[in-house]
């Protein structure tokens, strides 16, 4: 059965680094989302990705983050200065069909450890 | 503003003991309601999508309802494998796919 992936499962890195994470979504998907989870939180949207650009990003998503498809499976999200309020888990998702208002499916979801 | 609150935040059944899972959206205009399973450090597990007021969807001991306020997760005679969190999410505005998430209820099966 298809999936979203997600690489790395973990990534801990230091205050003002830059980071990118990872996603291959399913391959004949057609949006593309992330969503991210501070421990104990709710999930919240971050970025909805449709035709090589954004659709709609949430307030969070300020000019330290990017998106990026660079080929025609990889989408990635990149994080320019992180600081320890971006620690969260961060979930990738994806959805087929020729609507957005299809089900989502997300991967694992990357780890991310700001010290 | 849209808005989705689930209850309780926490909810500790036996082994059989059947019981329901309340999920209350505030949307201007509903494009869509689902249905997650999440466990311990994993992403959303997908499980049901509802559309409309009165629609349905069952998957083994779960059951999904909708009414025009809120929906239900009906579980009956749950086993200790359908412990896990339980997300419910509708479509924010606009036409983006964009999904607002409540902060979903921890449901714990004991044997």
């Known amino acids: 059965e298809p999936e979203v992936t997600q690489t790395p499962s973990h990534q801990v890195t230091q205050m003002g680094q830059e980071v990118i994470l990872r996603c291959v979504p399913i391959?004949?998907?057609?949006?593309f989302y992330w969503y991210r989870q501070i421990l104990g939180q709710k999930v919240e949207f971050l970025v909805s990705f449709y035709n090589n650009e954004i659709s709609e990003k949430s307030e969070i998503f300020d000019d330290q983050f990017s998106v990026e498809r660079p080929d025609g499976s990889n989408f990635t999200l990149k994080i320019r200065s992180t600081k320890l309020e971006d620690s969260a888990m961060y979930f990738c998702?994806?959805?087929?069909?020729?609507?957005?208002?299809?089900?989502?499916?997300f991967g694992p979801g990357t780890r991310l450890t700001v010290l | 503003e849209d808005q989705v609150t689930q209850s309780p935040e926490a909810l500790r059944l036996q082994e059989g003991e059947s019981s329901s899972l309340n999920c209350s959206y505030t949307?201007?205009?509903?494009?869509?309601l689902f249905w997650y399973r999440q466990d311990p450090g994993k992403g959303p597990e997908f499980l049901f999508t509802?559309?409309?007021a009165g629609e349905e969807k069952e998957k083994e001991r779960l059951k999904a309802t909708l009414t025009k306020k809120e929906s239900f997760l009906h579980i009956t005679a749950p086993k200790p494998e359908d412990s896990a969190t339980y997300l419910c999410?509708?479509?924010?505005?606009?036409?983006?796919?964009?999904?607002?998430f409540g902060q979903g209820t921890t449901l714990q099966v004991k044997p």
């Open positions: 999410a509708v479509f924010g505005s606009g036409n983006t796919g964009k999904l607002i």
């Open positions: 509802l559309y409309s």
């Open positions: 391959s004949n998907h057609l949006y």
């Open positions: 949307v201007s205009g509903l494009r869509g």
């Open positions: 998702a994806s959805t087929g069909g020729t609507s957005s208002r299809n089900e989502q499916f």
